[in-house]
Each structure stands twice: as structure tokens, then as C-alpha cells.
């Protein structure tokens, strides 16, 4: 009896509120639209990620089979071998996972820091400075590339890993100050002053009672971080010229060839350079959409 | 007993006691925005006052490396206007803005209220369809690039099967499709997080307004109308200004799919601007057209900003 129990399939249904937000049709029928409706949406959306990998199995002669077939006939790593063994593919994911890490760190520690005095603190400008972080985020990056240009060009920076970092700070940066004020301000301070009275520091205080309570928050801007300058493109594409110094995106939309292109390996890098962000992604997915949602429209 | 303190523990109580009253207490707000200040006025403001300005310079790689740049006054302006290709790329990003917008807000909406719903498998789509928006910029754009390809691409294949073309058409190629083609992969890319938006702040609606209208008869157009659409107004304008500085701002879609070809016939203002900045090297020229482009983001953002403050005062 006992064993039987086991495999009894688990009936506990939490019972939800239903709501219903669209039209109201007869209920089988309601359904079934629903149902529809949800598939062909799925499709749509997921379809393409199913083509690159699909593409990315497939040996040379079926990629380029007319017509093209919906379901590899023969699988076949060829092209992740051929693009992992070339030392080029390694070097642009070093250069991207350099980069990453030290605009992450950086704009984490500034942020944070702000974010908090600009939540917590009355002080002149702390009602404006929050605006013009918001406005600073506006910027078309079109109007800003010509000066970062000029200036890197100027200082010798142009073909420079490190010369992209103050280039992607001013992408992220002021973002992050208003997103990390805006979870900041969601921390009870009274905690804050329990703390204080009961003789904690200012540095105490925060860094062990507000700073362990603001921690989605953190998590939320550093990998929204992460995911931005992982995927840039036109500034990697427009301050990066010699080949060794690219990052993954970049190297990527290198593998278009003038007459030819390799498409297999190709999508092949695609998955490899989607695969941490997707992974990234599913383990966040709560705090990251929480983090969009509630940061960007409540501020 | 006296408790013994190294000197690094010293200093540090040093350290800290001198935020905790008087003058100290009141600099320290200061002190921690300060390396944000420092950081958004430098690699931000300076950049957008040098970019403002060099629209009214003759920028070029030749005056760049001699230093001597003059002022031009609205030349650089007259010389886009005078060329052909702007008054394109100024009808094709009308279009491009326009379809885009439309589209995503529509689609995202019909999706979070699809999505807003306690039904079984919910989590599954809500994750499929979730993709677009996670998958790499680059990547997306040259999975479509491939799945356009005029002679073995799937979306000719499919389309075919579906009845839809009689033969393999080349999206990407023809100046009469290329701008639509690559604002499909855009509108692909863009409407998740449209609906993303609009579901956090369906799921703010409280219940039982719902109920309340359920109760009275209120039909599902009705409901909708009068009852969901102005309790979420604001996160769905939030959304269309966002979408609108997003779309204006997508470099990728175009650049890695057309490069605004086939005959600037999927060229926008981003584009052009990119072209006479980095093809040409007339970087006045190019910064001419994204001062225009940054009115026009201005004017956007200063609605955005009215409406969060409206908002944060309901």
C-alpha cells in the first residue's frame, strides 16, 4: 500500500481565483480558442530558436538542401568542433567574459552606493538627480558614438578592450542608479535606525541590515548588466578593429561571408553565445521580470 | 579588563565615526553619489554636449587629426537635407516607428491578457514565449538572416506549404520588402517585453474590481474596454514611449540583416547617421542627423517622465 501511495499521481490542486480577462464565449469552445491561441504564439516565439539549433546539427550537405528540411535527418557536431577548435572562437569569449565581469562589478559598486543615498537620504538635488539619471538613459547611443569616437581616437583608446568600458558604463550606468534607487526604496528603513539604535555603525547598518534585504534587487541590475554588454554590438562593432580584440557578438556577424556564409557554424556560435543568458535567464527568471516590472514602471 | 584594539580596528571606528554626526553625517549622501555624478557627467553629458555641438562643425577624419575644426553653422544640416537619402530614411523610420509601435503594443497586450489567467501549462507558454526577448540581439538577427535566405531559407519553405507564395522570394533583397521582412524580426524581438510590462501591471489590477464587473454583466469587450484598459493606462503608455525610443534606437535588426540596402530602401535616420559618421567619416554631417534624432527622444522622454510622475501621484 505503501508503494501504491507513491506513485499515486499528486491531486493537490491549489485552488486558484479565476479570472478572466478576454471575452467571455461559451466554455469549451473558450477554451479551446484559448488554447489555440497560446500554441500558435508559442510557436512563433520559440520557432526560431528551434531553426538555429536545428541548423546547428545538421551536416553541410542538408543545410544547404533545397527544400530545407522541418527536422534534422542526420545529427552531427561537426560544427561546434569546427568552431571550437579554432583558437579565434576562445579568444572572443575570453574578451567578452573580460569585459562583462569588470562592467558588471563596476557599475554594481556605483550604483548600489548611489542608489541607496538617493533612497534614503534628503540632500540638495535628491529629488532632481534621480531625473537626470532617467534622462541619461535616453540618449540615443547614434548621437553619443560620434564624441566616444572622437575621445577614444584622442586618448589612444580606440581598439581597446578597456576602452569600452566607460563606452558600455554610459549604457548601463545611469539605469542602474534609477532601478537600484528604486529598490531601495522599497527597504523598510525603521530596520535601518533599529540597528543604529541599538549601536551598529552606518557602515554596519547598511552593509548587514539593508544590504541583505536589497539583495534581489542587486541581482536584478547586476544581470541585467551582464546581459547588455554580453550581447552589445554596435559599439564593439564601431571602437573594435583588429580581430583578436572582438567580442562574441561580434566575431559572430564576422562569420557573414561576402558571396558565402558557413551557416551551420554560425548557428552554431549562436547557441554557444545564447546559452548563458538563457541559463542565466531561467534561474533569474522571477527577480529579472519582477526587477523589469516593478523597477522600470515604478521606479 | 580593557579591551585591546589593533590600529587597523582604530582606524577604522575613526573611519566610520566620521559620518555619524555634524558635518560628516551631512557630506556622506554626497559622497556616495559622487562617483555616479562623476561617472554619467563624463561619459554621458560631455559626450552629448561634444555630439550637440559637432553637428555645427566641420568634423572630419582630415580635421580631426589636424585639430583645426570651424564652425559651419547649419551647413552640415543643409547638406543632409540635400541628399536624397535622408528624406528616405526619414519616410522608411515614419514606417519602421509606426508598424513597430502598433504591432508590439497590440501583440503584447493580447498576450498578457492571454497570459493573465490561472489556467493549466500557463508557466510553459509564458516561458516559450519569452524567448525572443532572451535570446541575444545578434543572435536573433542572423538566425532570421539565415531563415530569409532566398534559396534554401525556411521562411520561403513554410510560406510555400502555407500557400502564401508561389515561389522562393528574396525578403531581404527586393527594396519593396526589406524594410517589412526585418520589422517582423523586430516586432519577434520586441513584443515580449511589451508584454512583460503590461502583465506586471494587469497582476496589480486588483481582483475585485474584476469580480465587481463580472458581477454586473460587464461582457468581455465591455470589461475590457471599461474596466482593465484605463486601470493599466499609464504602464501601457510607459510601454508605447519605451517601444517608441527602443525602436528608434534598433541599430542591429537593420545593420546586421540589410545594412539599410537593398538601395537605402530599408535605411533609417540611425543608419544613414551611422553611414556618413563611420563609411563617409563626415562626423558633423552625421552628427547633424542624430541631433534630429535626439529632439525627437527628448520630446518622447519628457512624455514618459510626465507620466510616471502622474502616476506616483495617483
Known amino acids: 500500500m505503501q508503494i501504491a501511495s507513491i506513485h499515486e499521481r499528486p491531486t493537490k490542486r491549489v485552488a486558484m481565483p479565476r479570472i478572466r480577462s478576454g471575452l467571455s464565449l461559451p466554455k469549451p469552445l473558450g477554451k479551446f480558442l484559448t488554447y489555440a491561441t497560446l500554441w500558435v504564439a508559442f510557436v512563433w516565439s520559440v520557432f526560431p530558436f528551434y531553426w538555429m539549433i536545428a541548423t546547428s546539427i545538421r ?88 564624441p566616444f569616437y572622437v575621445q577614444l581616437r584622442y586618448l589612444g583608446w580606440l581598439d581597446s578592450l578597456y576602452g569600452l568600458i566607460p563606452v558600455y558604463l554610459s549604457y548601463m550606468l545611469p539605469l542602474c542608479v534609477w532601478l537600484m534607487r528604486g529598490f531601495f526604496s522599497q527597504v523598510p528603513f525603521s530596520l535601518e535606525d533599529a540597528a543604529r539604535m541599538d549601536g551598529c555603525t552606518r557602515w554596519q547598518a547598511f552593509w548587514k541590515v539593508i544590504l541583505p534585504m536589497a539583495r534581489p534587487g542587486i541581482v536584478a541590475v547586476a544581470t541585467w548588466v551582464m546581459i547588455h554588454t554580453w550581447n552589445e554590438f554596435l559599439y564593439a562593432s564601431t571602437f573594435i578593429l583588429s580581430e583578436k580584440k572582438r567580442t562574441l557578438p561580434l566575431g559572430l556577424s564576422g562569420l557573414i561571408g561576402q558571396y558565402t556564409t558557413d551557416w551551420g557554424v554560425l548557428m552554431a556560435g549562436g547557441v554557444i553565445t545564447a546559452a548563458p543568458i538563457l541559463i542565466v535567464f531561467f534561474f533569474l527568471q522571477r527577480h529579472l521580470v519582477s526587477g523589469v516590472g516593478g523597477g522600470a514602471v515604478k521606479g | 579588563m580593557m579591551k585591546r584594539t589593533s ?104 498576450l498578457a491578457l492571454l497570459l493573465h489567467r490561472a489556467i493549466p501549462g500557463i508557466g510553459f507558454f509564458r516561458s516559450g514565449i519569452l524567448v525572443p526577448w532572451v535570446v541575444p540581439s545578434v543572435v536573433a538577427v542572423l538566425t532570421w538572416r539565415w531563415m530569409y535566405d532566398p534559396s534554401v531559407g525556411i521562411a520561403n519553405e513554410l510560406l510555400l506549404r502555407l500557400g502564401i507564395i508561389d515561389d522562393y522570394h528574396p525578403w531581404l533583397g527586393d527594396t519593396a520588402t526589406s524594410l517589412y521582412a526585418v520589422t517582423i524580426e523586430s516586432i519577434w524581438k520586441g513584443t515580449p517585453f511589451v508584454m512583460l510590462l503590461l502583465l506586471a501591471a494587469l497582476q496589480l489590477v486588483p481582483r475585485s474590481i474584476l469580480e465587481a464587473a463580472s458581477m454586473d454583466g460587464a461582457s468581455g469587450w465591455r470589461k475590457l474596454w471599461h474596466v482593465i484598459l484605463p486601470q493599466i493606462r499609464v504602464s501601457f503608455a510607459i510601454a508605447a514611449v519605451l517601444t517608441f525610443i527602443l525602436t528608434v534606437n534598433n541599430f542591429n535588426a537593420i545593420w546586421l540583416m540589410t545594412e539599410g540596402g537593398p538601395l537605402n530602401s530599408s535605411e533609417i535616420l540611425f543608419t544613414l547617421a551611422y553611414k556618413y559618421g563611420f563609411k563617409r567619416f563626415d562626423l558633423g554631417m552625421a552628427s547633424a542627423v542624430a541631433t534630429m534624432l535626439f529632439v525627437g527622444l527628448v520630446i518622447a522622454t519628457t512624455i514618459y517622465l510626465k507620466l510616471i510622475q502622474a502616476r506616483e501621484g495617483d
Open chain 1, 59 to 146: 551536416g553541410k550537405d542538408e543545410i544547404f538542401q533545397r527544400p530545407p528540411n522541418l527536422v534534422p535527418h542526420a545529427i552531427t557536431f561537426q560544427n561546434y568542433i569546427d568552431l571550437l577548435v579554432g583558437a579565434q572562437f576562445w579568444r572572443f569569449a575570453l574578451n567578452s567574459l573580460i569585459l562583462t565581469i569588470s562592467v558588471t562589478i563596476i557599475s554594481v559598486l556605483i550604483s548600489v552606493t548611489a542608489g541607496y543615498a538617493m533612497a534614503r537620504h534628503r540632500f540638495k538635488g535628491s529629488v532632481m538627480l534621480p531625473l537626470f539619471m532617467l534622462y541619461g538613459q535616453m540618449f540615443p547611443p547614434v548621437l553619443l558614438l560620434i
Open chain 2, 7 to 110: 590600529p587597523r580596528q582604530e582606524l577604522k571606528k575613526t573611519w566610520s565615526s566620521m559620518f555619524e554626526t555634524g558635518r560628516g553625517a551631512r557630506i556622506y549622501p554626497y559622497l556616495m553619489v559622487l562617483p555616479a555624478v562623476l561617472v554619467v557627467v563624463g561619459v554621458v553629458v560631455y559626450p552629448l554636449v561634444y555630439g550637440i555641438l559637432s553637428a555645427f562643425y566641420d568634423v572630419t577624419l582630415r580635421t580631426l587629426g589636424s585639430g583645426k575644426m570651424n564652425f559651419v553653422g547649419l551647413r552640415n544640416f543643409e547638406r543632409v537635407f540635400a541628399d536624397p537619402v535622408f528624406l528616405q530614411a526619414s519616410w522608411n523610420t515614419l514606417v519602421w516607428v509606426v508598424l513597430n509601435v502598433v504591432a508590439q503594443l497590440g501583440l503584447g497586450l493580447a
